[in-house]
T-cell receptor
């Protein structure tokens, strides 16, 4: 069964500290993985997709098929990074259905 | 121009009422979705439409009925509202590459 696991409900770090939000997935096919961010009371926004191998707002994520992980990392957290982060798995062909993890709330303290 | 717009943003209503939430996208995407975000911030897909045709219909009460008059619109009608329906409902659209664009959400409160 397809599943996305984000083990941490809440992650609290100090400004300037490194941050890693964990994501593990379960999928028998070739996965498409994404990170979405939701700032307080705003819409979800696409942050990263694994196929792009990009860095957005200092965040990076590497797909590790051996460990079935797609952890989100940033070397130096900023207060404005405080938000809900969702890992998502794409499957289901051309219709693009996404399965979301339960989300991790990142709190960056001054 | 807002890419995916939902109305209303806030909806407070009594139990037993019937209400609708509207969604429109101007991105030319073929696929539209409704997601429910509960009080624990868990996001779960409810429905997916591709070019006006129902593709995904997850296990939701049949009090929820989506309607897609054309591929740019996907409305959600809810009959006999219950307290447990209180949540934020997000509309989204996508085109092949899985990059979803979300609406700003409709916060439904049933009292």
């Amino acid at each position: 069964a397809q599943r996305v696991t984000q083990p941490e409900k809440l992650l609290s770090v100090f400004k300037g500290a490194p941050v890693e939000l964990k994501c593990n997935y379960s999928y028998s096919g070739s996965p498409e993985l994404f990170w979405y961010v939701q700032y307080s009371r705003q819409r979800l926004q696409l942050l990263l997709r694994h196929i792009s191998r990009e860095s957005i707002k200092g965040f990076t994520a590497d797909l590790n098929k051996g460990e079935t992980s797609f952890h989100l990392k940033k070397p130096f957290a900023q207060e404005e990074d405080s938000a809900m982060y969702y890992c998502a798995l794409g499957h289901g062909g051309s219709q693009g259905n996404l399965i979301f993890g339960k989300g991790t709330k990142l709190s960056v303290k001054p | 121009d807002t890419a995916v717009s939902q109305t209303p943003k806030y909806l407070v209503t009594q139990m037993g009422n019937d209400k609708s939430i509207k969604c429109e996208q101007n991105l030319g995407h073929d696929t539209m979705y409704w997601y429910k975000q509960d009080s624990k911030k868990f996001l779960k897909i409810m429905f997916s439409y591709n070019n006006k045709e129902l593709i995904i219909n997850e296990t939701v009460p049949n009090r929820f009925s989506p309607k897609s008059p054309d591929k740019a619109h996907l409305n959600l009608h809810i009959n006999s509202l219950e307290l447990g329906d209180s949540a934020v409902y997000f509309c989204a659209s996508s085109q092949d590459s899985y990059g979803y664009t979300f609406g700003s959400g409709t916060r439904l409160t049933v009292v």
